[in-house]
């Protein structure tokens, strides 16, 4: 006969209570360490996809997602000419915040470098890749938008040809795809009434300026668009994107584009710590001391729970003890109860999570690695916590059953 299986059939419904509010704590613990997990994979997750060797940003700064970056579009063809470089390709990124069916929409948007990136390199779920330079997209699911949809941004409207699921920014968002143009297009976006006081304003300094007055035809030039301005640059790329040839040296190639003035270049693995260590690097710390707080917090009451229990059975033991029953049987008792609150424990965080992250806001990731490492810690928990009932269970003396 098993004494700690006869004494938790006795308390089936305080050990059961006991259980899965334990449960539901260790839930949280392996939540906030997949949350961890998610937060890393989503802060690597396009610099991984892109499969880029070199990303060039603007010089000084750690573009293009963990700070701005503006590049000009001549950059990409100084980039090709570089020894060793097979392609160069413009990289345009932002996000944006709009209203849609009277809710808010906020969508990262990548630029593709049509028509050398039509985003075949993306795990479609649905549709197909782009096929044409303006007014196409690809979204990803977690944006709510199906494909043949229609969406206005800015002037223009685009229609989804395509879906992919799981593709966000760094910061949880749901990512958009369309061609570079495209992204600019949205991103530079004003509205009427500004461009209009803008042409005003171009036209005032047209009548004062003594060029003007001299050459009454450059007024006419004065009422185009901004970007069809002879004297205005095209809009800024966020980065150059370089692919190197399989013979290539990077660290050869990166000296040589380190070596321009007005860029600094990164590899793919540099990119990434830049992510880890600086956009991710306070929410990674703060989860990680909520997830020691909440583990030190389910030992606690753990060793609590096994207190009370073995307080409860007082007159138990002492009966035990006057009969001749050994000290390892009682000791096995309270330790079999508690590895068995342990267990039980973890099979429910584990199977009740499973069923609820996935329909968290942000990932959830579950890996191995964590998995074990908490396994080992609540095996470890239900040791200690077992240990204050075993010091109150010890200090019972037998003939305490005598005296009632």
Do not use: C
């Not at 390709?89 to 049509?114: A, C, N, P, Y």
Request: aromatic share 8%.
């Amino acid at each position: 006969m098993n004494l700690a299986i006869k004494d938790i059939y006795k308390n089936f419904g305080r050990f059961s209570l006991t259980t899965f509010g334990i449960g539901m704590l260790l839930m949280i613990v392996m939540g906030m360490a997949g949350i961890y997990r998610g937060l890393l994979e989503d802060a690597t997750l396009l610099v991984d996809s892109i499969g880029a060797d070199l990303w060039i940003v603007q010089q000084d700064t750690r573009g293009p997602f963990a700070e701005i970056s503006r590049v000009p579009t001549t950059l990409v063809y100084r980039a090709a000419a570089v020894p060793g470089v097979e392609s160069a390709r413009e990289f345009v990124f932002h996000t944006i915040q709009r209203r849609r069916d009277e809710k808010l929409l906020r969508m990262s948007i990548l630029g593709l470098s049509w028509p050398d990136d039509n985003g075949d390199w993306l795990k479609l779920v649905e549709g197909r890749p782009l096929e044409q330079n303006h007014f196409e997209m690809i979204a990803d699911k977690s944006l709510g938008l199906d494909v043949g949809e229609v969406i206005p941004l800015g002037k223009d409207e685009y229609t989804i040809v395509g879906l992919t699921k799981g593709m966000v920014s760094t910061g949880g968002d749901g990512m958009a795809f369309t061609t570079v143009l495209d992204s600019q297009s949205i991103q530079f976006d004003s509205p009427p009434e500004a461009i209009r006081l803008e042409r005003a304003a171009r036209d005032h300094r047209g009548e004062t300026n003594e060029v003007f007055l001299r050459q009454p035809q450059l007024t006419d030039q004065l009422a185009l668009p901004g970007s069809q301005l002879p004297a205005v640059a095209a809009p800024m790329l966020s980065a150059v994107i370089v692919k190197l040839k399989p013979y290539a040296d990077p660290t050869e190639v990166q000296s040589v584009i380190e070596g321009w003035q007005d860029v600094s270049v990164y590899t793919t693995a540099g990119q990434e710590e830049l992510l880890i260590q600086g956009m991710v690097d306070k929410a990674r710390r703060q989860l990680g001391m909520f997830r020691v707080l909440l583990t030190i917090i389910a030992g606690i009451i753990m060793a609590l729970i096994i207190y009370t229990l073995t307080l409860d059975k007082l007159h138990a033991i002492a009966l035990l003890k006057l009969i001749g029953a050994p000290n390892r049987v009682i000791l096995g008792m309270i330790f079999q109860q508690a590895l068995l609150m342990g267990s039980l424990g973890y099979v429910i965080a584990y199977s009740v999570g499973s069923r609820l992250f996935p329909f968290f806001p942000r990932r959830v990731v579950l890996s191995n690695p964590d998995l074990i490492q908490l396994a080992v810690v609540v095996l470890v928990i239900s040791l200690l916590s077992s240990l204050l009932g075993i010091w109150k269970a010890m200090k019972v003396e037998p003939n305490n059953v005598l005296m009632g």
